[in-house]
């Protein structure tokens, strides 16, 4: 069993940067894929970033990419997400997710049907 706490959410203006982070418990953590959903009112859940588990391989989303970072310490058990030039349109909460799975080094999955463990979620909302 695996739980996660997700901290760093808040209100941000348009333009601004935040820093999720995620700690989890539970002795695989680094045999995990570590993910991170979002989900707006009156929306899906979708697919913002992954990390895999072996060699930190980095999947982002197109609505994210080149502003999102997600990065893991396996050491400490955490995973975070930075966020840079933040846009209205990235208000929502945000989930951190993990996946038992381990297909490949590089294997993720931006379906969140093919997460295990989820965090409760914390609230980012971007103000234009």
């Known amino acids: 069993q695996v739980q996660l706490v997700e901290s760093g959410g808040g209100l941000v203006q348009a333009g601004g940067s935040l820093r999720l982070s995620c700690a989890a418990s539970g002795r695989s953590f680094s045999s995990y894929v570590m993910g991170w959903f979002r989900q707006a009112p009156g929306k899906e859940r979708e697919f913002v970033a992954a990390?895999?588990?072996?060699?930190?391989?980095?999947y982002y989303a197109d609505s994210v990419k080149g502003r999102f970072t997600i990065s893991r310490d396996n050491a400490k058990n955490t995973v975070a997400l930075q966020m840079n030039s933040l846009k209205p349109e990235d208000t929502a909460v945000y989930y951190c997710a993990a996946d038992r799975a381990s297909y490949s080094s590089t294997y993720y999955s931006s379906s969140w049907t093919s997460y295990d463990y989820w965090g409760q979620g914390t609230q980012i909302t971007v103000s234009s």
């Open positions: 990390i895999s588990w072996s060699r930190g391989s980095r």
